[in-house]
């Protein structure tokens, strides 16, 4: 099991599966928090020096049992926006949170190729156009995940 390190992530990538671009910074970086229950790591982005405003990701992996055969990974990510500045007080509150669950069935049965296929596609849905080894767009994709997301335009 490797040990809970820093993770980063950027909103740079404007949705870009994968880059070579040196230039593509990271523009968070979630500092291990150990873990908040057992079998569910944390990481927490503390650079914006609010502790009611720092964003999250948690991690948990189930292990089947013995009424399911499915391994279940669970990630959520937390990014807080908080209310603005008043004169009057200097307490900061938070105003709402962007959260997103996202959960992995995994079969006990599907080999790590099929695994890596699948979170391949997963990501795909994620990205706006596909990179290719230079690093030019080659083909744009007509996900419904990115306008539902950004616009909450609906599917049908």
């Keep these: 099991m490797p040990s809970i ?8 990538l404007d949705l870009v599966s994968k880059t070579t671009d040196a230039s593509v910074g990271t523009n968070k970086t979630f500092g291990p928090e150990g873990f908040t229950l ?8 503390r650079s914006g020096g609010i502790p009611v405003g720092f964003p999250a990701l948690t991690l948990s992996v189930r292990a089947p049992s013995n009424q399911s055969q499915v ?5 959520k990510l937390v ?5 603005p500045e008043s004169a009057s007080t200097s307490l900061r ?10 959960e992995f069935m995994l079969p006990n049965r599907s080999t ?3 695994r890596e296929a699948f979170l ?3 990501v795909g849905l994620l990205s706006t156009s ?18 539902a997301v950004l616009d909450f335009e609906p599917s049908y």
């Design 5 to 12: 390190g820093i993770v980063k992530s950027s909103t740079l």
């Design 38 to 45: 057992p079998g569910v790591a944390k990481w927490v982005d």
């Design 71 to 75: 391994y279940r990974v669970q990630v």
């Design 79 to 83: 990014s807080p926006t908080l209310e």
């Design 93 to 102: 509150t938070k105003a709402y949170e962007l959260t997103a669950n996202l």
């Design 112 to 114: 790590r190729e099929e």
């Design 120 to 122: 391949s596609e997963f």
């Design 130 to 147: 596909i990179a290719a080894s230079d690093g030019d767009p080659v083909e744009v994709t007509g996900s419904p995940v990115v306008p």
